[in-house]
C-alpha cells in the first residue's frame, strides 16, 4: 500500500515561488510514476504535473514554464517547484502515485494560497 504526505504548502504573493514536496512510503517508489493534482475551491480536482519512473516529464498547459516537477529515488520524494505563482495557482495541491489518474489513497493535501 503506497501512502503519501504533501508538505511545503504556504501563503505567497504573486509572482513569487513556492517548492511543495510529496513523501512516498514503500520500497517501490523508484518504479512508480508519480502525479500532482490540484483542487481549487468550488472546481474539481485536476492534473497539475507528471514524472515517469525514467524521469521524463509533462505539464499542463496553465504551468508550462513556470513550474517543475521532480523527484529523489534515494528519499522517496517528489517535488513541484512553483515560480511566477499567480492568484490562479491558488489551491489545495495532492500528490498520487502511478500514471493519472493513480492509485491508492489520497493524501491530506498542502494548501497553496497566491495573494494578489
Known amino acids: 500500500q503506497v501512502q503519501v504526505v504533501e508538505s511545503g504548502g504556504g501563503l505567497v504573493q504573486a509572482g513569487g515561488s513556492l517548492r511543495i514536496s510529496c513523501a512516498v512510503s514503500?520500497?517501490?517508489?523508484?518504479?512508480?510514476?508519480m502525479g500532482w493534482y490540484r483542487q481549487a475551491p468550488g472546481k474539481q480536482r485536476d492534473l497539475v504535473a507528471v514524472i515517469s519512473s525514467a524521469g521524463s516529464t509533462r505539464y499542463v498547459d496553465s504551468v508550462k514554464g513556470r513550474f517543475t516537477i521532480s523527484r529523489d529515488n534515494a528519499k522517496n520524494t517528489m517535488y513541484l517547484q512553483m515560480g511566477s505563482l499567480k492568484p490562479e495557482d491558488t489551491a489545495v495541491y495532492y500528490c498520487?502515485?502511478?500514471?493519472?489518474?493513480?492509485?491508492?489513497?489520497w493524501g491530506q493535501g498542502t494548501q497553496v494560497t497566491v495573494s494578489s
Open positions: 498520487r502515485a502511478g500514471a493519472p489518474p493513480g492509485f491508492g489513497s
Open positions: 514503500g520500497s517501490i517508489f523508484s518504479s512508480l510514476a
